[in-house]
């Protein structure tokens, strides 16, 4: 009896499944390559993997309400622009107040598209995709197309640099803090009425709008967060700075269980599926794959588990059906 | 597709002068006339002859506009329009390099489009829960990658013979052939979603598509057939565009999605479906490659003018929804 529990439980949860296969291609890739699991790859796969695994954390709120926010990189880029200029024109070096006027940039830009979405009842992906041009544009116009180099941010990215744990401690932190909010707290669980079902939030007295609102500003701190972040680990900034890279933030959320058309999805799976995209794209040279199929490799993996999500969710809902009609 | 229900198939425009004017259309066409009226003020150099010079570059696009206007009307969207683009310019230009004749590379280039466009759409259709985002968004990922890999590690590839793709760039008198294309293609696809059966099935659709089901349309069956044929605009893109640059890299066609959502969404096209005519997506298509030339020709930062564009996008969707505020607010007082 007790077995079969164990097993129901296993075979039902999502991370448990994520945690299954993630073992699965850790034993793989090692048997290929034995260095893979050396303690300074590990860390490697986290520091470089960093930005995304903040900011699928932004991403799962939104996708928990059943938005999307491909303005992320932009926002990330236009606050790292600010950064570098900050230090390239001698302005101010002060680590704690770059991070803090990042994160005030990123609330801010965030903050406005929650805005237009929730107030302005704009469709979330046109409404991104308009700022997505707004603040990649903005980031190249106030650095006149130029870098800002090494030598620039040399003090500053000591945060980041190759050995320094800043970049661990953000992210723990991070983590923490949205396991113990989307958890327990009243916010997270307001989410995820929110998202469930907006109208039934409504009608029990959610204030969906500031909901919402919330929700993309929250990204948006993060993604403004993760451009100082992304300043200090690759010691330059560069108005291009992860160009494209929403796309992954969304895969690792979408391989993590997030649903697409909101209410479900934990901070657990978000972590997993976004470290289960970190260790592929890690493992596909070391087992000798050529770095140029990366991207449809990933396009392949990506469109593979949202096909194999619906047709486990039609056996499921099959086998439901079946329990009751007897 | 909850929610989406009480929303009416759009009535038939009734024919007033005051309707018109105060359309969306009939704003859009006051822009187009102020715009043209700003770019010659800004820009010395903007004329007729150094307009139709200038354009070809820029055209290509607007096919894949038509396509788009009837996903977002179906309530869709497909944002691998640019990487479909950048896969058929790939493999056109290796098909010419390995010396097919034209002809040949004509029809791989429109092949591998409609190709790909089908893809979309026989997944989209196979398992309906999906949303059109998140397939679309793994198939670009997925179509550029593939050009990836065909690029190999110098990432672009050059046409060696171009004589090919230079009669496709060819002018009749001073106008280029792709702009007779383009307004010949803008007649058949605003016809075919205004006057047919076909278009008013794509509104009955966006606006409900279980009530368009019970109703007896083939609701599957139209969807595969418009991702099909906006794969097949995105090859027509990608050959004209080849023409204009000689060449295709592994950024071929980035960003066009949004170009043409862009275009589509500030002509009216609501995103929700079941919204909008393709008459404002075209006078919208005109008034952004002529604010680009313009822009261009006073050398301006190219990213400032997407900050322009971006912020167009979003205050021609904003519109709507003041608007319905302030109607409410009315409704509210003289209640």
């Known amino acids: 009896m007790e077995k079969k529990s164990v097993w129901k439980k296993i075979t039902g949860s999502r991370e448990a499944s994520l945690v299954i296969v993630l073992i699965v291609l850790c034993i793989i890739v090692e048997i290929l390559n034995p260095t893979f699991l050396s303690p300074t790859n590990i860390g490697q796969i986290f520091r470089n993997n960093a930005l995304t695994m903040i900011m699928a954390l932004g991403m799962l709120c939104i996708l928990l309400t059943g938005g999307i926010d491909i303005s992320i990189t932009s926002i990330l880029a236009f606050s790292g622009m600010s950064v570098g200029m900050l230090l390239k024109y001698d302005i101010l070096h002060n680590t704690f107040l770059l991070f803090l006027i990042a994160a005030a940039i990123g609330l801010v830009a965030g903050g406005l598209n929650g805005l237009i979405i929730s107030k302005g009842k704009v469709t979330p992906i046109i409404c991104t995709m308009g700022f997505m041009y707004i603040w990649r544009g903005l980031a190249y116009v106030m650095s006149n197309s130029a870098w800002a180099s090494g030598e620039d941010v040399a003090g500053f990215s000591d945060f980041g640099k190759d050995g320094s744990i800043g970049p661990y401690v953000l992210l723990v932190l991070v983590y923490m803090i949205f396991f113990v909010m989307m958890k327990w707290s009243k916010f997270g669980r307001k989410i995820y009425a929110v998202g469930s079902n907006a109208e039934a939030a409504r009608i029990s007295g959610i204030n969906v709008d500031r909901i919402l609102t919330s929700a993309y500003a929250i990204m948006g701190l993060l993604a403004g967060i993760c451009g100082a972040l992304s300043v200090a680990i690759y010691a330059s900034a560069q108005p291009n700075m992860q160009y494209g890279k929403e796309m992954d933030v969304i895969a690792a959320c979408v391989i993590g269980g997030v649903s697409m058309s909101g209410g479900r999805g934990t901070v657990v799976g978000t972590f997993f599926g976004a470290l289960i995209m970190a260790i592929i794209a890690k493992a596909l040279p070391l087992v000798g794959i050529d770095s140029i199929a990366q991207n449809t490799v990933k396009g392949v993996i990506i469109l593979a588990v949202v096909l194999l999500n619906v047709i486990t969710q039609r056996v499921m809902d099959k086998q439901n059906l079946e329990r009751r009609e007897m | ?335």
Do not use: H
């Not at chain 2, 004749?101 to 196979?126: E, K, Q, S």
């Not at chain 2, 609501?270 to 006078?283: E, Q």
């Open chain 2, 1 to 335: 597709m909850a929610g989406k229900s009480g929303r009416t198939i759009q009535a038939v425009p009734q024919n007033s002068a005051k309707k018109m004017i105060f359309s969306w259309e009939g704003a859009l066409v006051v822009l187009f006339i102020a715009l043209n009226i700003f770019n010659m003020i800004i820009s010395p150099s903007y004329n007729i002859t150094n307009i139709l010079r200038e354009m070809p570059k820029y055209l290509a696009e607007i096919f894949m506009l038509f396509g788009m206007a009837y996903i977002l009307v179906l309530g869709d969207i497909d944002i691998s329009v640019g990487s479909i683009v950048c896969l058929s310019a790939t493999l056109a230009c290796v098909a010419s390099n390995a010396g097919l004749p034209m002809v040949l590379v004509i029809a791989v280039c429109l092949l591998v489009g409609t190709a790909c466009g089908f893809i979309n759409g026989i997944i989209l259709t196979r398992f309906t829960e999906l949303p059109a985002m998140i397939v679309t968004l793994a198939t670009q990922i997925i179509f550029r990658g593939i050009a990836e890999i065909l690029l190999g590690s110098g990432g672009s590839v050059s046409l060696k013979d171009t004589s090919g793709f230079n009669a496709l760039a060819m002018k009749i008198g001073p106008v280029p052939l792709v702009f007779f294309l383009v307004v010949i293609a803008a007649v058949i696809f605003t016809v075919i979603l205004a006057k047919t059966t076909f278009g008013r099935k794509l509104y009955a659709i966006g606006s409900n598509s279980t009530a368009a089901y019970y109703a007896g349309v083939k609701v599957q069956k139209v969807r595969l057939i418009v991702f099909t044929v906006t794969g097949l605009l995105a090859g027509l893109c990608a050959l004209f565009l080849t023409s204009a640059l000689f060449g295709a890299n592994t950024t071929t066609g980035q960003g066009f999605e949004m170009d043409v959502i862009a275009m589509a969404v500030f002509g009216g096209i609501a995103t929700t479906g079941g919204k909008g005519n393709l008459v404002g997506g075209i006078i919208s298509a005109f008034i952004i490659v002529l604010l680009r030339i313009a822009l261009g020709q006073i050398n301006l930062n190219p990213q400032l003018i997407l900050v322009i564009i971006g912020a167009l996008l979003i205050i021609a969707v904003l519109i709507p929804g003041i608007n319905n505020a302030i109607q409410a607010k009315r409704k509210m007082k003289s209640a």
